[in-house]
């Protein structure tokens, strides 16, 4: 079982930055793949970025490359999305989940989800 607690939502002006961060407890070990998913009112969730231990290899969707960053956090078992020229686009709860060994852009084949952070950008 792999635990993941989100943080670092908010209400934001188009422009700024904001960076979440997700904290992995429990089973979580160096194959540990973290993804990071947005889902807007009414939305399916969709893949914004993810991130494996091994070789910190990563991966982003096309709308978020060069404005997001995805990396180890500071702390153990600990991945951060920095986001900076947010967008009104950009709104929704923001999601991380877990599996095991390789990145995917699926939210059906991550096993473990965090509650998710609120991320609203205003105009």
């Known amino acids: 079982q792999v635990r993941l607690v989100e943080s670092g939502g908010g209400f934001v002006q188009a422009g700024s930055s904001l960076r979440l961060s997700c904290a992995a407890s429990?089973?979580?070990?160096?194959?540990?793949?973290i993804g990071w998913f947005r889902q807007g009112p009414g939305d399916k969730r969709s893949f914004v970025a993810a991130?494996?231990?091994?070789?910190?290899?990563?991966h982003y969707e096309e709308a978020v490359k060069g404005r997001f960053t995805v990396s180890r956090g500071s702390a153990k078992n600990t991945v951060d999305l920095q986001m900076n020229n947010l967008e009104p686009a950009d709104t929704g709860v923001y999601y991380c989940a877990a599996r095991e060994d390789s990145l995917s852009i699926l939210p059906g084949q991550y096993e473990y989800w965090g509650q998710g952070t609120q991320v609203t950008v205003s105009t």
């Open positions: 429990g089973r979580a070990s160096v194959r540990t793949v």
């Open positions: 991130f494996a231990f091994i070789g910190s290899r990563t």
